[in-house]
């Protein structure tokens, strides 16, 4: 008979524990990300996040470019502070208003040297 209080626990040749990293912490790690973006205009991830990354800040520029109370609000749901959002709507919005698409480029930039990982500097384009 299985132990009641835990989940996905199937034996010895099975699943042992659930994995410590969710889709639930891989979306925070996004918001944390796009809100850097926004307030510092240039970061430096792995590469792994640069698509996903790059994606998210196109859109929060659209939504900004938007500019109703609407989309401020959307944007308010995804970014981490109110002063991200007022950045990107009152600084950023303005300067991509003749620009469609391709708000922000993405450079490599080596390697990491604890883990050989690739670098990608992540940057609002001028």
Do not use: C
Not at 8 to 20: E, Y
Not at 89 to 110: H, M, S
Request: glycine residues 8%; hydrophobic residues 40%.
């Amino acid at each position: 008979m299985a132990a009641q209080g835990r989940k996905n626990v199937h034996g010895k040749t099975g699943v042992r524990f659930k994995a410590a990293y969710t889709k639930q912490k891989h979306e925070n790690k996004l918001r944390t990300l796009a809100t850097d973006l926004v307030m510092h205009e240039r970061l430096t991830v792995t590469s792994g996040m640069v698509k996903e990354l790059k994606s998210l800040a196109d859109h929060l520029v659209t939504l900004a470019k938007r500019g109703d109370l609407h989309a401020r609000r959307q944007a308010a749901s995804i970014l981490r502070s109110g002063e991200a959002v007022t950045k990107l709507f009152v600084e950023l919005a303005p300067a991509y208003k003749d620009r469609n698409g391709g708000y922000t480029r993405a450079i490599k930039a080596g390697v990491r040297v604890g883990d050989n990982a690739q670098k990608v500097i992540v940057e609002f384009v001028k």
